[in-house]
């Protein structure tokens, strides 16, 4: 065995007897990681997971009725050690990690380091989240997190959740609206100096006749990550390669350059 299945699988283990001690302690380890949410009247009960990925799980809950609302998604990060992306150092470059006693322990991936990089992971998604939500982005409103979840608007019912844009078929002339609704939220992301980074048909969710963009931890800032063109260029591929499916060629790199030029020069 290689050292870093060795490592993944070490990892494995430590999360599954993290787990297994929140369960001895609380019953169910899940409705511990989310008691803040009950706690705190946002939540009343956890119902149901619906989509397990790399990154985490999330659970439908119920909300609370001062919400307003009948469901809340709760987002549950995986442990900092299980976590899925495969390269995490492309997204962290230009972001401020704070004193250098920090920073050294996140190069050194020391287990004070992981913890740290692992709190990062969810603070920058939610404040990226706030800050895009105040800005009128198509994005899942947030309402609170804690050390391990986030917990944010629900798209769905009781019966499912809302599918993913890849799994859903719209006419043409559909595909393109929403097609061009997205480029506009790109545009937004790009103002506001963030790029999504891992942006497809996959993490955008369609309900209702309304498209939203979800999963944003591995944003990255634009004016500090030396990766971000490229980042920029791959997300909007991925966007003309989804409403290529519907007969519709746009020409990405024109897109992604007219972009990073209206970015560079404060036009947008």
Not at 90 to 105: L, T
Not at 173 to 194: S, T
Not at 251 to 265: A, I, M, V
Request: proline share 5%.
């Amino acid at each position: 065995m290689s050292k870093r299945k060795l490592a993944r699988a070490m990892d494995e283990i430590e999360e599954q007897e993290a787990l297994a001690a929140l369960a001895g302690q609380h019953g169910d380890p899940i409705q511990a990681l989310l008691d803040p949410f009950l706690a705190g009247g946002l939540i009343t009960e956890v119902l149901d997971e619906v989509k397990s990925g790399k990154e985490a799980t999330v659970y439908c809950c119920r909300a609370h009725p001062s919400q307003n609302v009948p469901y809340l998604a709760a987002k549950v990060y995986r442990s900092r050690n299980n976590r899925g992306f495969k390269n995490d150092s492309v997204y962290q470059e230009g972001r401020v990690i704070g004193p250098h006693r920090i920073r050294r322990a996140v190069q050194n991936k020391s287990t004070f380091g992981r913890e740290v990089q692992f709190s990062l992971w969810i603070g920058y998604e939610y404040e990226t989240l706030t800050l895009l939500h105040a800005q009128g982005a198509d994005i899942p409103r947030p309402i609170s997190r804690t050390d391990n979840a986030i917990l944010m608007e629900y798209f769905g019912n009781l019966e499912a959740p809302a599918p993913s844009l890849h799994h859903t078929e719209l006419d043409p002339q559909e595909a393109y609206a929403v097609f061009a609704r997205l480029m506009d939220n790109v545009q937004l992301f790009l103002k506001h100096n963030i790029i999504h980074g891992d942006l497809s048909a996959y993490n955008i969710l369609y309900w209702q006749g309304r498209a939203t963009i979800i999963d944003f931890p591995q944003a990255v800032d634009p004016r500090f990550n030396p990766h971000a063109f490229n980042l920029l260029a791959r997300d909007i591929d991925n966007l003309c390669k989804y409403i290529g499916r519907y007969g519709i060629q746009r020409d990405s790199r024109q897109l992604t350059e007219r972009l990073w030029y209206q970015f560079k020069n404060a036009q947008l």
